[in-house]
């Protein structure tokens, strides 16, 4: 299973970014996916969160101008972000928590995508 995160970038203070993370291989049952941030000497800390019946959870920080979204038909998760702050400056990571065909689970990363935001 691969996870292809793309839709990184700069922009400045106020402006949006649209992430995608498409995920590919054999899954047999997505359970929760999301997206997690991390600056260089932090903790990786989840951003927002999705699951398969549409719950969603977002970080404090970034409520009411992160939407996570999903489209199962595309096996893709969605991070749009508006009004963005210079602290939202990080390596965004895509994460997937899926079941393969015997009923394990297993967590899944994509590599980072880089978002920088300008004062």
């Known amino acids: 299973v691969q996870l292809q995160a793309s839709g990184g970038g700069l922009v400045q203070a106020g402006g949006s970014l649209r992430l995608s993370c498409a995920a590919s291989g054999s899954i047999f049952s997505v359970n929760s996916a999301g997206w997690y941030r991390q600056v260089p000497g932090k903790r990786r800390e989840l951003v927002a969160a999705?699951?398969?019946?549409?719950?969603?959870n977002y970080a404090d920080s970034v409520k009411g101008r992160f939407t996570i979204s999903r489209d199962s038909a595309k096996n893709t998760v969605y991070l749009q972000m508006n009004s963005l702050k210079p602290e939202d400056t990080a390596v965004y990571y895509c994460h997937v928590f899926a079941y393969d065909v015997i009923m394990k689970g297993h967590d899944y990363w994509g590599r980072g995508t880089q978002v920088t935001v300008s004062s």
């Open positions: 999705i699951t398969s019946g549409g719950t969603t």
